[in-house]
T-cell receptor, first 113, second 114 residues
């Protein structure tokens, strides 16, 4: 079965703290893609990153970094020096079978000034 | 480059009615996917259309149907509305017929069924 688990329902941090959002996935497919999306209060999902199952390189983009580990089926997302504008719901998603996509339940991040 | 737009923003219907939601894809994107997002949950894949044909479907009954038009617009139709259909409906467009590609999401239509 295809499944994405985001165990952290809500996280609250103070500005400038680092925060890691966890994502664990399940799939029997050997070819799949993992995504992170951000959903601000406006409702529109904003693409953050895509990673395919054959590329385990970690990635850093500004204050954002992602750690993909196939051995633990995890694709965690870290925000360094968080800012108030980072407050949103973050979704991890698994794309498989070429046209199916499974989202996790999301983690609501609140960054307080 | 124009983003993905959806209409209407909000909609209230009663149980048993039918509803049509509309989406205008990003220019040049030949694939559109529709998702249902219940309150406090992640989006659930309804179906995908590629070049006006259904190209994949999630676990939704046949009363959820869609259309895609050559002008990059599309529709989601829901018949015989049920209370559980209350949700945010998101459309997303992409360049190719694969969920592996980055999808560009619209702001959604919030449907309330009374």
């Amino acid at each position: 079965a295809q499944k994405v688990t985001q165990a952290q329902t809500e996280i609250s941090v103070v500005e400038k703290e680092d925060v890691t959002l966890d994502c664990v996935y399940e799939t029997r497919d050997t070819t799949y893609y993992l995504f992170w999306y951000k959903q601000p209060p406006s409702g529109e999902l904003v693409f953050l990153i895509r990673r395919n199952s054959f590329d385990e390189q970690n990635e850093i983009s500004g204050r954002y970094s992602w750690n993909f580990q196939k051995s633990t089926s995890s694709f965690n997302f870290t925000i360094t020096a968080s800012q108030v504008v980072d407050s949103a719901v973050y979704f991890c998603a698994l794309a498989y079978n070429n046209n199916d996509m499974r989202f996790g339940a999301g983690t609501r991040l609140t960054v307080k000034p | 480059e124009t983003g993905v737009t959806q209409s209407p923003t909000h909609l209230i219907k009663t149980r048993g009615q039918q509803v049509t939601l509309r989406c205008s894809s990003q220019s040049g994107h030949n694939t559109v996917s529709w998702y249902q997002q219940a309150l406090g949950q992640g989006p659930q894949f309804i179906f995908q259309y590629y070049r006006e044909e259904e190209n994949g479907r999630g676990n939704f009954p046949p009363r959820f149907s869609g259309l895609q038009f050559p002008n990059y617009s599309s529709e989601l139709n829901v018949n015989a509305l049920e209370l559980d259909d209350s949700a945010l409906y998101l459309c997303a467009s992409s360049l190719a017929d694969s969920s592996y590609n980055e999808q560009f999401f619209g702001p959604g239509t919030r449907l309330t069924v009374l």
